[in-house]
């Protein structure tokens, strides 16, 4: 019973393969699946096969593709390794996948043991006798693995793979052989240009067929066969220009299968014919797929929901059709064929170009069912040539078009077209054929026709429109709003700006005023200072001496550079030739230098190029200002040790060059920007020790501008920084000769100063101090100030100094001093840092520190008194009010210690409110704990208790002397006399033992601290 139905369901099998039962004209597969190359692999396919272990290969132009069911892989020509565009591939019986090269003139095969392609050398006969003068046409690999070489113009050669030994079996000067098949007598069959040939291999007997072959009528001396197939029934396939004609080798006889031609294109010819195992034979020409089968029946093949052309198709395994469109490939299934309504489209144009591929407003696809939609634009002009059948017959028909036609339609044949120019909506095209002598049929083909209209008369484009005008007039009015507002803000800020121009001109107007008022009293005091005899007074009243008229020339010169500001502002400042040689005047105003850099053993390195002095006119007043501020500028930022150079020339264009270079701490690339900007300075640890006010480099760019000049500056942090000044200048002529000036001349008339003068040291001697005074450590960066305050405040205190914050606070930690007084402003370490750094230190917590600064806001108050200074005092200040300040600091250290050493009975200090007395507290509390801890040990002395607090023995005992007025020693003893009363207060030991357990060996001893400390014996303390 089950072989039964066995041979029951492959007969149903082979039934729906073959198509025994499925008499329609046009069929439709089912479609399984779809694969899609990855994007580096050129998928335009010119031919398809499927080799025994069942992988599909594709000819494309670009490489021989590979798909094994799951991943696609590209191989490539070894010689041409992109654009190896290849027509078609052949698999041959010993594995072999013959690959056929579009240019033909080499040959080549996939190996699948080396997974490449493998080139028949170019040396073998086959190449260079043969492809190598007539390039191939085709390739066919038959059943004993031979190859058969269809080559162009002329030749068919038989070619062993296996030895490399070809012959040429036929060769006919004009006829190229183009297709190759084998039929089941192991005949070859080929086409040429002219005819159709059979050759059989064992008698080389050779047929020619003409005659029946092509369209009926005159025979045409070209024949323009292609393709060529030998089906499984012993008939031969040729295809022909719009037909497919069939031979049957044994009765001669020749059918013809014609097709309707496109109108569009000229090449309908069919070139590959390949059979489904079941004896129908698929092919396709330019604009159709067919099927043709075992029965003799022409079918027509469509695809649901394919928007592309058929590029190729190919009867595969497992009864699958494998189809390439487009850059895909799809899968249908042979086994669910069914049949679709008959309406052949021949053609579809739009616009005059007929529809292949889908864009995004045209498109025709079918669905599942067979029934095709053809989807344009509204105004879009529509031909269609259409026929209820697939093969061109002399059968009437009639069309007509529901919702825009009222009549029928009637058309001859195929040849003609309708043509339609629609507006949106939705149409049905229905198609009727005639037959005789049954009339007209009564089943009618349909496609619907969809017309979108164009997207400005549809209702989401209004819809868009009304948006984007609401939108424009919205940002029209908002425009509007925001261009008043503008106008108001325009009009806000011009008056703003005339009042800050107002403000501008009212500050210029008062700095000059202010520095012109200045200038007499300074005068009076430069002048008045200049003739008092220095040799007349004490050595410290001759620096007093020597400090006015240093600060007094040093605010001469910045009233003087502000007044300069203020008239280049103006446009008011004066340009006063004179006739010299600059390079020597630049020279001179080096020379006043020398002192200076020599004091702050600074090398100064005057170098010029120029041999033989020129004369030149030029502003000696600027230049002087210029030279002077980038010299002042480079020795101020220039430590001990360190290089200024000057180098300085005139061209031969006449500018004169001046170049000023320095080894000092260099500048920030950030700040370079904003240098010359009035009144910038950069703000860091390093340069806080050099003050200055931000005029002097200004004012260098200005009167380099406003001279026709040019500054530029380079600078690298930590090598030093360059200032290049380039000056145009104008030669002198033989009259300004005669007038030459000579070079002091032009000194003088600069107003340069001469360098400063240094203060001479006072020796401490000069001030009998006793040893008991309290220490001030006093850290300020101006070497006047702080030579001055050191002398102000030695008659009352022993004093020392610090130049900069780092070095107060080795200073600190080395002496451990009574009061600090600090300045804020400094180099390394500013006044703010070394105050949090000393209060966070135990060993110098307890310091009061005063803090001196020119910044007097009140914020900058609260940041000084929050970072733990005991006083805030603002420059300038006069010398009685720091006296009594650090005065007041040292009795309030007083009232400390008596706090700290003031005892109840029971031996403990009272608890203060004050919390920087409770940190101390808490630091005394600390050494009695460890005392009280080792009280019998004889190891507890000085040295221990320093090792204890982690402190030197001096900086232990100056720390205890400020904070209990008692040295080391006294303060351990102190300890333990506290405790001593506890003990006697107890009642439990007597007096040896109290002795005993307080590590005092004699008692006697122990009795006279106890006396010294208490004012009564111990014996007698339980008795008060």
């Not at 008043?484 to 107002?502: V, Y």
């Not at 009233?559 to 008239?567: P, R, Y």
């Not at 007084?821 to 370490?829: A, G, K, N």
Request: net charge neutral; charged share 20%.
């Amino acid at each position: 019973m089950s072989s039964i139905c066995s041979v029951l369901r492959n007969c149903l099998l082979f039934a729906l393969l073959s198509g025994a039962s499925l008499r329609a004209q046009q069929i439709m597969p089912a479609r399984l699946e779809q694969y899609t190359p990855p994007a580096n692999i050129n998928f335009n396919t010119f031919g398809a096969t499927q080799d025994h272990r069942g992988n599909l290969w594709f000819a494309t132009n670009d490489g021989v593709v590979r798909f094994d069911g799951r991943y696609f892989k590209v191989f490539h020509d070894p010689v041409f390794k992109q654009g190896d565009d290849y027509f078609h591939v052949v698999p041959s019986p010993d594995g072999r996948i013959w690959c056929k090269l579009g240019r033909g003139n080499g040959l080549s095969y996939i190996d699948p043991q080396q997974d490449k392609i493998i080139r028949i050398p170019d040396t073998t006969r086959v190449v260079r006798e043969f492809l190598a003068v007539r390039s191939s046409n085709y390739l066919f690999a038959a059943a004993d693995s031979t190859l058969w070489i269809g080559q162009r113009g002329t030749g068919l050669l038989h070619f062993n793979p296996r030895t490399y030994a070809v012959e040429q079996v036929f060769s006919q000067e004009g006829e190229g052989v183009r297709w190759i098949t084998q039929d089941r007598q192991g005949t070859i069959w080929f086409t040429t240009n002219l005819a159709v040939y059979a050759y059989d291999p064992p008698t080389r007997r050779l047929k020619r067929y003409r005659e029946g072959l092509g369209p009926p009528g005159p025979v045409s001396k070209e024949l323009r066969a292609i393709g060529i197939h030998a089906r499984a029934d012993g008939s031969i396939l040729v295809g022909l220009p719009s037909e497919v004609d069939v031979i049957h080798p044994a009765s001669g006889h020749i059918d013809r299968l014609v097709l309707t031609p496109s109108r569009f294109h000229a090449d309908q010819t069919v070139r590959d014919f390949f059979d489904d195992g079941q004896g129908n034979t698929y092919f396709k020409n330019h604009t159709s797929c067919f099927r043709y089968t075992r029965q003799g029946q022409l079918q027509q093949l469509e695809f649901s929901d394919l928007r592309h052309r058929v590029y190729f198709l190919y009867p595969g395994r497992d009864h699958r059709l494998w189809v390439t469109a487009g850059q895909t490939l799809l899968a249908y299934d042979l086994t669910r064929i069914h049949a679709i309504p008959s309406l052949n489209l021949i053609d579809v144009v739009v616009n005059q170009d007929r529809l292949e591929e889908a864009s995004t407003n045209h498109y025709l696809v079918r669905d599942s069912l067979g029934h095709p939609t053809l989807t344009v634009q509204d105004g879009d002009l529509i031909s269609l040539r259409v026929s209820p059948f697939i093969q061109s017959l002399a059968h009437a028909f009639r069309i007509r078009l529901e919702g825009h036609d009222q009549n029928w339609n009637v058309v001859e044949d195929a040849v003609n077209q309708v043509a339609y120019q629609l507006s949106a909506g939705r149409y049905t095209l229905v198609l009727n054929a005639y037959t005789k002598p049954s009339g007209w049929a009564r089943h009618v083909s349909t496609m619907t026709i969809i017309v979108r209209p164009l997207f400005w008369k549809t209702g989401w484009f209004w819809v868009l429109v009304l948006a984007v005008v609401g939108l424009v007039s919205g940002t029209l009015l908002q425009g509007g709003r925001r261009r008043q507002k503008l106008r108001r803000e325009l009009s806000r800020r011009e008056f703003e700006a005339a009042t800050l121009r107002e403000l501008d001109e009212l500050k210029s107007r008062f700095f000059t005023n202010i520095t012109h008022e200045l200038r007499t009293p300074l005068t009076l005091i430069l002048n008045a200072a200049e003739h008092i005899n220095p040799s007349r007074l004490a050595e410290s009243d001759q620096n007093r001496l020597q400090s006015i008229r240093n600060n007094a020339h040093q605010l001469m010169r910045l009233i003087n550079q502000t007044l300069d500001m203020a008239k280049l502002d103006a446009g008011k400042l004066d340009h006063r030739e004179q006739v010299g040689d600059p390079v020597a005047f630049v020279g001179q105003v080096v020379d006043q230098f020398r002192g200076l850099a020599q004091h702050r053993q600074i090398n100064l390195d005057w170098i010029t190029q120029s041999e033989n002095s020129s004369l030149y006119r030029f502003d000696a007043d600027s230049l002087g200002k210029i030279t002077y501020n980038l010299l002042s500028n480079a020795l101020k930022f220039t430590s001990a040790e360190g290089v200024v150079r000057i180098d300085c020339w005139m061209t031969d264009q006449h500018v004169l060059w001046l170049r000023v270079a320095d080894t000092g701490m260099g500048i920030p690339a950030e700040h370079l920007a904003r240098l010359f900007d009035r009144f910038y300075q950069v703000d860091s640890s390093s340069t806080r020790a050099y003050s200055g006010t931000g005029i002097g480099l200004a004012l260098v760019k200005e009167l380099t501008q406003w001279l026709g000049g040019t500054i530029e500056v380079e600078s690298s942090v930590g090598r030093g920084s360059v200032f290049t000044l380039t000056l145009p200048l104008i030669p002198a002529t033989e009259a300004d000769q005669a007038t030459v000036d000579e070079p002091n001349g032009f000194f003088q008339q600069t107003s340069l100063p001469a360098t400063p003068p240094v203060l001479k040291a006072i020796p401490d001697q000069a001030f009998p101090q006793e040893a008991s005074w309290p220490l001030v450590l006093v850290v300020e960066d101006n070497p006047e100030l702080r030579l001055f305050l050191k002398e102000s405040l030695m008659a009352h205190y022993r004093v020392i100094t610090a130049d900069n914050g780092r070095q107060g606070l080795e200073q600190a930690l080395a002496e451990v001093p009574d009061l600090i007084v600090s300045d804020v402003m400094m180099p390394e370490l500013d006044g703010y840092e070394l105050v949090e750094r000393l209060k966070a230190d135990e060993r110098t917590s307890h310091i009061p520190i005063v803090l001196l600064t020119a910044r007097s806001s009140y914020d900058s108050r609260l940041k000084g008194l929050g970072a733990g200074a005991d006083d805030y005092l603002s420059k300038p200040f006069s010398v009685e009010e720091l006296i009594l300040r650090i005065g007041n600091s040292l009795r309030t250290r007083q009232n400390w210690q008596r706090q700290l050493t003031s005892e109840k009975k029971t031996g403990q200090a009272e608890q203060s409110p004050n919390p920087r007395l409770e940190k101390e507290e808490r630091f005394l509390a600390r050494l009695r704990t460890q005392i009280l801890a080792h009280l019998t040990d004889e190891q507890v002395d000085v040295d221990w208790l320093s090792q204890q607090a982690g402190m030197s023995r001096a900086q232990l005992h100056r720390k205890l002397t400020a904070l209990t007025n008692m040295n080391t020693t006294s303060f351990i003893h102190s300890v333990r006399m506290s405790q001593a009363v506890v003990l006697l207060q107890e009642g439990k030991l007597n007096v040896a033992q109290v002795a005993q357990a307080l590590g005092y060996n004699s008692q006697s001893y122990f009795s006279k601290l106890f006396q010294e400390h208490y004012g009564y014996p111990p014996s007698k303390h339980n008795a008060l």
